[in-house]
């Protein structure tokens, strides 16, 4: 079939500068006319004519509602910008971290290669008619754009006038896997569907020992489940722990993926997570029997998890510290040694311990996966990970949840070795985090999440802290004044980073407060929320005698959630007497 071109005219949106996250909005907002055509052709006008005409992209997300509308459209204008070929994920499924692994692993039937894609999500937010919506591009590399393509990004959508689209371009059958081929003025433009499981599959495959982690599995002292969340990791779920792996389907919850998460919120914490927090034991009321030695749970998109043993919580801080910890030893993919490490800012210092110890070079970032993404391209680091629950290696250039959950099986594998046939007790994951606690010392580590607070009133709430920094004498004796048994403050800044790979500097990245005896106070505003501001404040407190590692951490971190409260004057900013979610 021969498609037409038709030009267009259109008002400019003044838009949400999209970030690392991309645009985030309520259904209603994309649904008005030319609002997704606008960011869609804006991110075109951004990019080099190379990486636009004749090239091929990927298209897909996490399945929410308007997915498949969000598809058709930008199929449409793709051909009609001179793209030579799109290539979507079947029913339009594909995780974050698949993309990246789409764009930077798969070649098509004549070597075709992607040069960028768009991910429709908005990634553990809400779903459905009344709710979120997403989208981001991601660039060659796999990892999202870098500042300077979403700031063309966003000035072009305030100044666009017209888009071209296909518009007589039939809708394109996303269900069934093939290739679609339509002629028109550019000449010959191709859709193709494929599986969305198999190249990633085919990736995991190459990092880690599946034989080793089927052992573990088909191990009767070992039980586990995976919480999808109705998100897209359902879309891997089956195929890997069921088909490769040898699970039960029985340990699968939640693992249909639903255009509204099934109702829910999938963000995997355990105020949102509330069906496997029951199940591994963490529940406000007993379930009845036996909880499993291992639980994981997915964001929407499958880019975050959740790691859970029996009756326990790993934090995310911990999480990527005890990975990296036991990465060469226990995952084939590192056997030969890691390239450094990194954190986000706001994420605990255990990392940091790990590699001192270890002698690995080391990186504190700003929030955003695409700081990591540099330091991967620069052969810098290996593994990463992020206070909220984004772990992941330089095997792509996103956070990977499934990756982090075959990490942790082999670590439970190599620790097990020579002992899951035999008559010894199972190595758990509460004893390889208490191990790790004894080696290394425990950070005592909590967030506060303020959601949809009034933006104005946020936005002074960080200039009061700001602004309190500029007497840290002051501060101490407001410190000394709410709780005597704390230690001083040391001191205080907003973290900015310079990028050792391109230089560039990020500045007003998160407002601290650093204690004498390390610990840390963080507030920062996120940006991932759709309406309204969110603030976040982080609490940390480090604590190496191995005989006080066992504390409950909301009993060790009370003083310093009681400085942080009083000192940012929360509840009189904001209103709110407690935060939205504590994780």
Known sequence: MVFKVSIVSTSPIDGQKPGTSGLRKKVKVFKQPNYLHNFVQAT???????????????????????????????????????V??????????????????????????????????????????????????????????????????????????????????????????????????FEGPEGKFDVEVFDSADDYVKLMKSIFDFDSIRKLISSPKFTFCYDAMHGVAGAYAHRIFVEELGAQESVL?????????????????????????????????????????????????????????????????DSVAIIAANAIGAIPYFKSGLKGVARSMPTSAALDVVAKSLNLKFFEVPTGWKFFGNLMDGGMCSVCGEESFGTGSDHIREKDGIWAVLAWM???????????????????????????????????????????????????????????????????????????????????????YKDPVDGSISKHQGIRYLFEDGSRLVFRLSGTGSEGATIRLYIEQYEKDASKTGRESSEALSPLVDIALKLSKMQEFTGRSAPTVIT
């Open 84 to 181: 030579r070929r799109v290539w979507v994920g079947k029913n339009t499924l594909l995780s974050t971290p698949a993309v990246s692994a789409v764009i930077r692993e798969r070649s098509g039937a004549d070597g075709s290669k992607a040069t960028g894609g768009f991910i429709l999500t908005a990634s553990h937010n809400p779903g459905g008619p009344t709710e979120d919506f997403g989208i981001k591009y991601n660039m060659e590399n796999g990892g999202p754009a870098p500042e300077s393509i979403t700031d063309k990004i966003y000035e072009n959508t305030k100044t666009i006038k017209e888009y071209p689209i296909a518009q007589d371009l039939p809708n394109v059958d996303i269900s069934a896997i093939g290739v679609t081929s």
């Open 253 to 317: 919850l939640n693992c249909i993926p639903k255009e509204d998460f099934g109702g829910g919120h999938p963000d995997p914490n355990l105020t949102y997570a509330k069906e496997l927090v029951a199940r591994m034991g963490l529940g406000k009321s007993d379930t009845g029997g036996e909880p499993p030695e291992f639980g994981a749970a997915a964001d929407g998109d499958a880019d975050r998890n959740m790691i859970l043993g029996k009756r326990f919580f790993v934090t995310p801080s």
């Open 410 to 496: 082999s670590i439970l594998a190599h620790k097990n070795k020579g002992n899951i046939d035999g008559d010894g007790k199972l190595v758990t994951v509460e004893d390889i985090v208490r191990q790790h606690w004894a080696t290394y010392g425990r950070h005592y580590y909590t967030r506060y999440d303020y959601e949809n607070v009034d933006a104005g009133k946020a936005k002074e709430l960080m200039e009061h802290l700001v602004k309190l920094q500029s007497s840290i004498p002051e501060v101490n004796k407001i410190v000394k004044g709410i709780r005597s048994d704390v230690a001083n403050v040391a001191s205080a800044d907003e973290f900015e």
């Open 44 to 82: 075109f006008n951004a990019l080099t004519a190379e990486k636009v005409k004749g090239a091929t992209l990927v298209v897909s997300g996490d399945g929410r509602y308007f997915s498949n509308d969000a598809v058709q459209i930008i199929i449409k204008m793709a051909a009609a910008n001179g």
